[in-house]
């Protein structure tokens, strides 16, 4: 394949060949494929196929964090270099992923962080290469767009959770290793307890009431929103949407989901969960420029008005009190009492 060139229908069909898809990229998707559970002493890599974090103070972080989940730590060749050649930085970004998925050793592979950059290589990715080395990955925010991908063209469970340099609070560890060392359902989701019950730091809230079981799919809003259109874009049909994001102001949220309903993908969804959405909306007491609902009202608005059932508030995303949730499972929603429930195992002994 040529530096900087675009996927050709041919190399589609390729792709979806080597991942199980046939020709018909569109039409079907490969049988998922899930990973092994993590156990004390397993080697994870992290790599970094996002924003770089160049800053060896940041980077001390992920030694720390590894060991604490009692894991060894295999670092990708190019983290914590800051490339300032635009295609050097895919070819390096490319070179570390196709690596540790190759390498038998690892068990899990774990992004630095977030930011953007990821969508600037999906379309130099060996996604056979993944489908025959399934392993643990997990992400959010611009990670959203390698967990589409990863999902459609390799047929990869994947994890929507904490990055390895993410503040994990109790809530979040606890969530990260039930969800990655322990090979049977996660069961019963809820937002984290909260000793004031009056003013709870995580309320949740039912924007339409009903029930469904159907698979998880989603994830970051923005990346959703870029990525239609794609390859890679969001298969919502028949799912439960995950949906969150950070710093939008009310009316890019309102501009993101009509996209996205203008697309079908939430008509098309068995339920929506909106997670935490961190600084969203227009600042206190100064209505948005270019409309004048609140974030509350823009997701009424246009989530409220599907017929199935939406729940607002849960605790994924740019949140200090993170689930990790798997991607592709069975789970089933219900907006009423606010719960999810992850009724099938993610990894496998």
């Not at 530096?3 to 080597?18: D, M, Y």
């Not at 609070?169 to 322990?182: G, N």
Request: net charge neutral; glycine share 10%.
């Amino acid at each position: 394949m040529k530096p900087n060139s675009f996927l050709t229908r041919r190399q589609l069909a390729g792709i979806a060949a080597a991942a199980g898809l046939g020709n018909q990229l569109s039409a079907a998707q490969p049988e998922l494929i899930k990973p092994r559970a993590l156990k004390p002493g397993d080697t994870v890599a992290v790599v970094m196929p996002s924003t770089p974090v160049p800053d060896p103070d940041r980077l001390a972080v992920i030694r720390r964090t590894v060991e604490h989940f009692g894991l060894r730590l295999r670092l990708g060749k190019h983290v914590g270099k800051r490339t300032w050649n635009f295609q050097q930085s895919i070819d390096e970004r490319v070179e570390d992923l196709h690596a540790v998925f190759a390498d038998p050793e690892v068990r899990a592979v774990l992004p630095v962080a977030g930011g953007y950059g990821a969508m600037q290589i999906l379309d130099r990715l060996d996604y056979g290469l993944i489908r025959k080395n399934p392993k643990i990955f997990v992400g959010y925010s611009d990670i959203t767009s390698l967990h589409l991908a990863l999902g459609k063209l390799a047929g990869l469970v994947t994890f929507h959770g904490p990055m390895i340099m993410a503040s994990f609070s109790e809530f979040s560890q606890t969530w990260y290793r039930k969800a990655l060392f322990e090979p049977k359902p996660l069961g019963l989701i809820r937002n984290s307890g909260d000793p004031n019950a009056l003013r709870p730091a995580h309320p949740w809230r039912t924007v339409r009431g009903g029930k469904v079981r159907a698979p998880l799919a989603g994830g970051n809003l923005t990346l959703m929103s870029t990525t239609m259109g794609t390859p890679y874009e969001v298969d919502s049909k028949g799912k439960i949407l995950l949906i969150e994001d950070v710093g939008e102001d009310t009316y890019s949220i309102d501009r993101m989901l009509t996209q996205l309903a203008l697309a079908g993908k939430l008509q098309q969804a068995a339920g929506i969960v909106w997670g935490e959405c961190g600084d969203c909306g227009p600042p206190v007491y100064r209505p948005s420029t270019a409309t004048p609902f609140t974030l509350g009202e823009t997701i009424d608005n246009i989530l409220g008005r599907l017929n199935i059932p939406v729940l607002s508030g849960l605790t994924i995303g740019h949140t200090g009190d993170q689930v990790t949730l798997p991607l592709g499972i069975m789970a089933t929603l219900d907006a009423d009492r606010g719960e999810l429930v992850i009724e099938e195992a993610a990894t496998v002994a």
